[in-house]
């Protein structure tokens, strides 16, 4: 066996082991910061839709188109507007609004 060795001590030449314990930990810090960087951008993304709010601090109001007998039957945030569910007794519909304004943006129905 021929070893490679240092001719100042007669010890066993080591910088290629140091050379590589050095890249090896160097991958280390790189791929954590890469995970935590995903974990922060994933983060980010899943509540990246901002809380609806209004600007003025004041109440809105608006009147829902429709007829009689109607009820609301729930209440959701939809990006930047409100959609509330209206049960009718035929199947109900979901009508769009603007927070900032109290504006009907549209509405679905289900047929």
Avoid: C, N, Y
């Avoid at 890249?23 to 935590?36: Q, S």
């Avoid at 009147?63 to 109607?70: D, I, N, Q, R």
């Avoid at 039957?73 to 304004?101: H, L, N, Q, T």
């Amino acid at each position: 066996m021929d070893q490679t060795r240092d001719s100042r001590k007669g010890t066993p030449d080591l910088r290629g082991l140091k050379a590589l314990v050095i890249g090896l930990g160097v991958l280390i810090v790189l791929g954590t910061a890469l995970v935590i960087g995903v974990v922060v951008k994933r983060f980010m993304e899943s509540t990246g839709h901002a809380p609806v709010s209004i600007v003025s601090g004041a109440p809105f109001a608006t009147v829902l188109p429709g007829g009689s007998g109607g009820k609301i039957a729930g209440i959701a945030g939809a990006g930047g507007e409100v959609a509330v569910w209206i049960d009718d007794g035929k199947g109900g519909r979901i009508d769009f609004i603007d927070p900032r304004s109290g504006a009907v943006l549209g509405s679905a129905r289900v047929r």
